[in-house]
């Protein structure tokens, strides 16, 4: 998932006729040498270095009156120092404690510059208009040496972008001839710049903006078209036939929701962009970061006032000149997944598929023919063992001994496992292993060394894809707390897995629970386990001068949840161990349309027992008045609800034809018309003040402080 976090304010800017007299917008926003500070250049005269967490300037400059910087000024990570180009060919450097750029090192050049680009370890880059580059120490040896031109005379840069790779700075730049572009790549191993055309949109629209990023030794570019599509191409550096122009292939990536006259566009992460464009249904501009391996949007954010459509993006953080200030938007990318898309991933403190080490199978597959590496001596988990050799045949003697060797020694053998982390089939390892143990189990039903199944299913190493084996003994043997410990920390589990998982925590006794060693510190705080004779008190039916009250079960007002004194805990319908093993099973990834099927399967007993369960649940929700649950595990509200509409899709028609389950349904009802009706008052709401907004005449500018009071009755 990717998502915005809370924005701020780096700087004002200049006034709005100010900037039109020069350009619109800043020139730019380039990295400054250290972390969290940024170039800011503006469409003038100006170029000033801030930081960014403190919001405050570190220094400024200005070039002359009547001079114009004509390109965003750069940080020579080389140097330390700061380069600009004003005018079109006067080039300027200066260091931090340099006062007037009057006084700085200048140098006048023989064509116009077009774009600097500064990289990591090497000198900046010099484009030229005529689409020459130069490195800048090159340059400034001889600042009158003759550039030619590359690009032809009614061809016009319009984007460029340098990256580093394999060691060497490499620069891409686009030139635009209505109705066509053309792509150039440089580098310096090539005798010249290679040009490639791009073919025009199929439906005419033009593009707006580029984007793109080194990915396996080519340029991904990304475009941003006029229609609202955001097409993808790859750029190969490899020379091109120059007698052949070779065209750039474009494919679909996704489809903003509306088209838009201008627009920008920022590569986030491999599988995240974000989009800045107008919206004309709302008058308003829209960032939105979008998914591209799924086309979903995972989040938005709409501006007041219109903003200038620039965009950049640096260390986490989105840079938007908006109105008169220049905003500053982090925002965080987790790993796109599928269980992701559909909200069923795990929470961030939770174990992440990235922790999952990959294996090397192709040098697994063909380990027999490896040469055995020199000795070395070294330390592992503070014992000294020789050379890999040695450790590859230690390991196979582990394998060897876990199958006959005592199950009181098993612990210390899976021990000895530990001690080949540092090798590369240490996963490999762990699963062989598993693997191994799961076998002899099987052979030998008096086997069971649970305590060496959860240190290897704790590990954070191995996945349900390496040991399916392992979760179905499990289930066979009823062992709830090594189950627990693959729920949390296998993210590939089975929709089928997990439903059995959950009858078996539903259906399994309190005599098999009370012997597993099962943490309730994340629940204990929410969870109340009923007492029989409190639950018998609070049936029984009160009766008042020999009748009893008629019930309010039919009405459809009634609120479903009672209040409920401050500082008491609700009666769960489960014990507090048994809390804790469904939340685990609430906790799992899956996909509702491959769960949905196994979830019918379930008894009637554990229909019922379940959805009491996440009813409570809710209550003690709603109770908080929150999104969470206040115990460590952060169960959201959202999953709850999730749970509760799949066992009620799954299981309806035996819950309708089930005496018990009525009154459960009838208050599930209530819920749900309650809802619709709260829901309802604050559509009216909404309605009202709408049409206040539209009856109200255009305000005044009342300066930059006012109060205004909204009668609504």
Same mark, same amino acid.
């Given at each position: ?40 250049? =503006? ?24 001079? +114009? ?10 140097? &330390? ?72 005379? =009614? ?48 439906? &005419? ?45 474009? $494919? ?47 989040? *938005?954010?709409? %501006? ?89 045949? *230690?390991?196979? =003697? ?10 009181? +020694? ?36 008096? %086997?069971?060394?649970? $305590? ?22 499990? !289930? ?13 920390? %296998? ?14 925590? !539903? ?131 959202? +999953? ?59 305000? +005044? ?13």
């Amino acid at each position: 998932m990717a998502a915005f976090c809370e924005g701020f304010m780096l700087c004002g800017l200049v006034s709005g006729a100010e900037r039109r007299r020069h350009r619109d917008g800043l020139q730019g926003v380039e990295e400054a040498g250290e972390r969290d500070t940024v170039l800011v250049t =503006d469409g003038g005269r100006t170029v000033t270095v801030y930081k960014v967490s403190d919001q405050r300037p570190l220094g400024s400059w200005a070039v002359r009156q009547g001079q +114009q910087i004509t390109c965003p000024a750069v940080y020579n990570h080389s140097s &330390g120092e700061y380069v600009v180009v004003h005018d079109e060919k006067v080039l300027r450097v200066w260091r931090d404690d340099d006062v007037s750029l009057d006084k700085v090192f200048k140098a006048t050049l023989s064509a116009d510059v077009c774009r600097l680009h500064s990289l990591p370890d090497t000198e900046p880059l010099v484009l030229f208009r005529g689409g020459a580059v130069r490195h800048l120490d090159v340059l400034l040896t001889n600042p009158q040496q003759e550039i030619e031109r590359i690009v032809r005379e =009614d061809e016009k840069i319009i984007w460029s972008q340098a990256f580093i790779d394999g060691g060497q700075p490499v620069l891409i730049f686009i030139t635009e001839k209505n109705p066509d572009c053309f792509v150039y790549t440089w580098r310096p191993t090539f005798s010249a710049c290679q040009r490639r055309r791009l073919l025009p949109a199929e439906d &005419g629209s033009s593009v707006l903006h580029f984007a793109a990023v080194i990915k396996n030794r080519m340029v991904s570019l990304v475009l941003l078209y006029s229609s609202g599509h955001v097409r993808h191409s790859e750029v190969s550096f490899t020379p091109c036939d120059q007698e052949e122009e070779p065209q750039l292939l474009v $494919s679909h990536l996704l489809k903003l929701p509306e088209p838009a006259d201008t627009g920008a566009l920022v590569i986030l992460h491999n599988s995240y962009i974000a989009t800045l464009t107008p919206s004309a249904a709302r008058q308003k501009d829209c960032l939105c970061i979008w998914n591209t391996s799924f086309q979903t949007l995972q989040d *938005s954010k709409e %501006f007041s006032q219109k903003t200038w459509t620039q965009l950049w993006s640096y260390d986490g953080k989105l840079y938007v000149p908006h109105a008169n200030s220049l905003l500053v938007l982090p925002y965080t990318c987790e790993p796109s997944s599928l269980a992701s898309v559909l909200g069923k991933g795990r929470e961030a403190h939770q174990s992440a598929p990235e922790a999952v080490t990959i294996m090397n199978w192709e040098a697994l597959a063909g380990k027999t023919e490896q040469p055995k590496p020199p000795a070395s001596r070294r330390t592992v988990r503070g014992k000294k063992v020789q050379s890999r050799g040695e450790e590859t045949t *230690s390991y196979s =003697d582990i394998l060897s001994d876990i199958q006959t060797a005592p199950e009181t +020694q098993i612990h210390a053998l899976v021990q000895r496992i530990w001690m080949t982390t540092e090798l590369p089939h240490f996963q490999l390892a762990l699963s062989r292993a598993t693997h191994g143990l799961v076998t002899r189990c099987r052979k030998e039903p008096t %086997f069971y060394p649970q $305590s060496s199944l959860i240190k290897l299913a704790e590990s954070g190493v191995l996945s349900y894809s390496l040991c399916p084996e392992l979760m179905t003994l499990c !289930l066979e043997k009823q062992d709830v707390q090594t189950l627990q410990m693959c729920l949390e920390h %296998f993210v590939d589990i089975p929709e089928d897995v997990l439903c059995s998982c959950l009858k078996l925590f !539903l259906s399994v006794s309190e005599e098999n629970l009370s012997k597993a060693t099962i943490s309730t510190k994340s629940a204990a705080c929410y969870i109340k386990e009923s007492d029989p004779t409190e639950e018998a008190m609070d049936t029984a039916p009160v009766i008042q001068n020999g009748f009893s009250p008629p019930t309010a079960e039919d009405s459809c007002d009634v609120q479903m949840l009672e209040k409920i004194p401050k500082g008491t805990k609700l009666s769960s319908p489960v014990t507090l161990r048994r809390a804790v093993l469904l939340n685990s099973v609430l906790l799992s990834p899956y996909s509702e349309s491959f769960l949905l099927p196994h979830l019918k399967d379930l008894a009637s007993e554990q229909v019922v027992l379940f959805l009491s369960y996440l009813n409570h649940l809710y209550k003690i929700c709603s109770e908080n008045v929150g999104l969470n649950l206040p115990g460590e595990e952060r169960l959201s509200v959202t +999953q709850v609800i999730d749970w509760m509409n799949l066992m009620l899709d799954a299981n309806f028609t035996v819950l309708v034809l089930l005496p018990k389950a009525k009154p459960l349904l009838r208050t599930l009802q209530k819920f749900v018309r309650s809802q619709m009706k709260f829901f309802s008052e604050l559509n009216k709401i909404e309605g009202s003040l709408s049409e206040l907004q539209k009856s109200r005449r255009v305000s +005044q500018n009342h300066g930059r402080y006012s109060i205004e009071v909204l009668e609504l009755y």
